[in-house]
């Protein structure tokens, strides 16, 4: 039980380490998603 306990902390710091170190870097889904080659409607 205490293992299982661990790993779920464990999954936990490394999924949020995870989006801290990738929107850090530039690859976010706000900064993947816009661009030049985005089109948007006007209407």
């Known amino acids: 039980m205490k293992a ?3 790993a779920f902390v ?3 710091i490394l999924a949020v380490g995870a ?3 990738l ?3 530039g690859f976010s889904s706000s900064d993947r998603g816009s661009g030049a080659d985005v089109r948007l409607d006007d209407s």
């Open 23 to 25: 929107d850090r870097i």
């Open 4 to 6: 299982m306990f661990l």
């Open 19 to 21: 989006d801290l170190a």
């Open 10 to 12: 464990a999954m936990g």
